[in-house]
């Protein structure tokens, strides 16, 4: 099955930027996805379709995808940004959708 | 204002049953597929579950396949989720979730807690 693998946790100063990445096979063949959540909160989409983003989500923002690594930048990264990052694809060769464990982001 | 409304959580011993909903309103229910996602106590995302907008396409995690069943009602605008032969393992918090084309999901329900246990 495929396994989307992200770093257990990152941490940045304020007004920095973060950078959390989510590896896969090939995931650049992929339209990746990225959630934000907050402790007992649902998760929010940030991010679609590996660089879009919804309607109400700062432009601070953004996301790549290429090879083997797509990537969340958060700029200008602010206290309230401080939560659970996902990265998600669809995997077609097993019908099955697929979460990244998962990242920790702390704002020092 | 889209909004998805979970429902049915609880506690259950192992090998017990349990039968989620989830209330969907302020979107055309019938054009979406939808989503069950779960989430155990201090753990990541788990994709459950997800059903074409006609039912016509079901598909299940490995971990719930033959466990769990995933259903629709358009005409009622709801979503359910039959679970079957609990498991421990399977204490989490469950949302249900819109699947865009894109394979994305834009709106979640606040979650409810399914406990197994003795």
């Known amino acids: 099955s495929y396994v989307l693998t992200q770093p257990p946790s990152v941490s940045v100063a304020p007004g920095k930027t973060a950078r959390i990445t989510c590896g896969g096979n090939?995931?650049?063949?992929?339209?990746v996805h990225w959630y934000q959540q907050k402790p007992g909160q649902a998760p929010v989409l940030v991010i679609y379709y590996d660089s879009d983003r919804p309607s109400g989500i700062p432009e601070r923002f953004s996301g790549s995808n290429s090879g083997n690594t797509a990537t969340l930048t958060i700029s200008r990264v602010e206290a309230g940004d401080e939560a659970d990052y996902y990265c998600q694809v669809w995997d077609s060769s097993s019908d099955h959708q697929v979460f990244g464990g998962g990242t920790k982001l702390t704002v020092l | 204002e889209v909004q998805l409304v979970e429902s049915g959580g609880g506690l259950v011993k192992p090998g017990g049953s349990l039968r989620l909903s989830c209330a969907a309103s302020g979107f055309t229910f019938s054009s979406y597929s939808m989503n069950w996602v779960r989430q155990a106590p201090g753990k990541g995302l788990e994709w459950v579950s997800s059903?074409?907008?006609?039912?016509?396409?079901?598909y299940y995690a490995d971990s719930v396949k033959g466990r769990f069943t995933i259903s629709r009602d358009n005409a009622k605008n709801s979503l359910y989720l039959q679970m079957n032969s609990l498991r421990a393992e399977d204490t989490a918090v469950y949302y249900c979730?819109?699947?865009?084309?894109?394979?994305?999901?834009?709106?979640w329900g606040q979650g409810t807690l399914v406990t197994v246990s003795s």
């Open positions: 979730a819109r699947e865009r084309e894109n394979g994305d999901y834009d709106y």
């Open positions: 090939n995931i650049g063949s992929k339209s």
């Open positions: 059903i074409s907008s006609s039912s016509s396409y079901i």
